[in-house]
């Protein structure tokens, strides 16, 4: 059988995108402006080694499944077809064909074959190398792997306000920058800020939150496991003259040996920490506030609390090994716990995606200097999670909520307004 019959056996309906094989078959409308393209009987042996998002990555990166109709630093579109596609392989062949359909991959086609050099070894093979997840050295290293890629790289990608969270649109088409800064501000306020307040930004980033705070006269400091965001974040601060109250250090958040602080940003590093952890980490930040500070927890959660939080094997072998992502209750269950009261929640899915549409937009609008500082491989693995990620915020697969929590004094009081005290 051919590629094109094989993928036809299993189908229920035509899909929204083109399958052309290496073999000269092909599968799906003809005008389709999507296409996915097996250059090679290799794609078809990293599909069947490993099935599902985890193959397809491999044949992508490795330039053995090529994709045309849309760019490779904005692939947000094909996302979509896959997913309706998934729903129409629903048919289960007969004996008899599933026995041609046996014969026609062949052994030969269930070997391993080279995997792309982004990639890391299994959750469990890392483990058994005596790699502790969640170690204070296992969390540098995969901080490192991720963020120390190249810091022209990340600015070619987040723009100048090298900042890598959800930014808070006003409007869907206001510019990234606007958005970023916008989400600055929404922090500052929600946590009370004013001239003379100390803050501390735990998995700071290069800085940007540190940055804008101190230019409105808050002692802050930043903490983060990348070297590089450090380099870069210090020479901002100096950039901008703001060395007598801002600082970006190399520390794990554990290590910060301040206390006292009147509030504590955390914006997008609960991902990295691991669900066993919750509790520690936000008894480590009550512990960081003085009585009535305040805790803005900014993360990417799942839209419910019962299914696993570990990721995919994509995500996890080439985004952010050890990730996990608990629903929104699981968080706000954890702060409570740990002693804080939650006093409000929002969430910012739409946010995210339109975050990362301008992020692929940056991507593409430098596609060939990127290409030239990381090599093609690493952008088109860029292009893949943003648009996968662009595509999962816009359908509710995933979500990023903010929660505002207070480290309660004697007193029991605390002085957080109701929400129309903030505009965007």
């Not at 120390?148 to 409007?171: H, K, Q």
Request: with cysteine.
């Amino acid at each position: 059988m051919t590629i094109g019959e094989i993928v036809a056996a299993f189908a229920t309906g035509e899909p929204p995108l083109r399958i052309e094989a290496y073999d000269g078959s092909a599968f799906g409308p003809e005008n389709s402006e999507l296409v996915l393209r097996l250059t090679s009987r290799r794609a078809l042996q990293y599909f069947v080694t490993a099935p599902g998002d985890l193959g397809l990555a491999r044949a992508y990166l490795m330039g053995e499944l090529e994709v045309d109709g849309v760019h490779p630093g904005a692939p947000h579109d094909v996302f979509g077809a896959l997913e309706v596609f998934r729903k129409t392989m629903t048919h289960t062949p007969d004996l008899r064909t599933m026995a041609r359909i046996a014969r026609s991959i062949g052994r030969e086609n269930i070997t391993m074959l080279p995997i792309p050099e982004q990639e890391v070894p299994a959750a469990w093979r890392r483990v058994a190398h005596g790699m502790r997840r969640h170690s204070k050295k296992r969390d540098s290293e995969v901080v490192s792997y991720h963020y120390d890629v190249s810091n022209r790289f990340y600015e070619w990608i987040l723009g100048p306000s090298m900042t890598y969270t959800c930014a808070c649109y006003p409007d869907a088409g206001v510019s990234l920058e606007e958005a970023q800064d916008n989400k600055y501000r929404l922090v500052f306020d929600k946590l009370g800020l004013k001239a003379g307040d100390r803050l501390l930004d735990v998995g700071c980033g290069w800085g940007g939150m540190v940055r804008y705070a101190a230019a409105r006269g808050v002692r802050a400091i930043g903490v983060t496991l990348s070297r590089e965001q450090v380099e870069w974040g210090q020479a901002a601060i100096r950039d901008q003259g703001l060395g007598d109250l801002a600082e970006v250090r190399l520390m794990d958040y554990r290590d910060v040996p301040e206390r006292d602080f009147d509030a504590v940003s955390s914006i997008g590093i609960t991902e990295h920490i691991g669900r066993r952890n919750y509790h520690d980490y936000f008894t480590r930040l009550h512990g960081y506030l003085r009585p009535g500070g305040r805790l803005l927890n900014h993360c990417i959660t799942r839209p419910d609390n019962s299914r696993s939080v570990k990721a995919g094997a994509f995500i996890d072998r080439y985004i952010f090994p050890d990730g996990e992502l608990a629903g929104a209750g699981t968080v706000h269950l954890e702060a409570e716990n740990a002693g804080f009261e939650v006093v409000h929640e929002e969430n910012l899915r739409q946010h995210y995606a339109f975050t990362l549409r301008d992020w692929c937009a940056n991507l593409v609008e430098h596609w060939d200097e990127a290409v030239d500082e990381v090599g093609e491989p690493m952008a088109k693995l860029w292009g893949l999670y943003m648009g996968a990620c662009q595509y999962g915020f816009e359908h509710n697969k995933i979500q990023l909520h903010q929660i505002l929590a207070v480290r309660l004094g004697d007193t029991m009081t605390w002085d957080v307004p109701l929400r129309q005290w903030w505009r965007p």
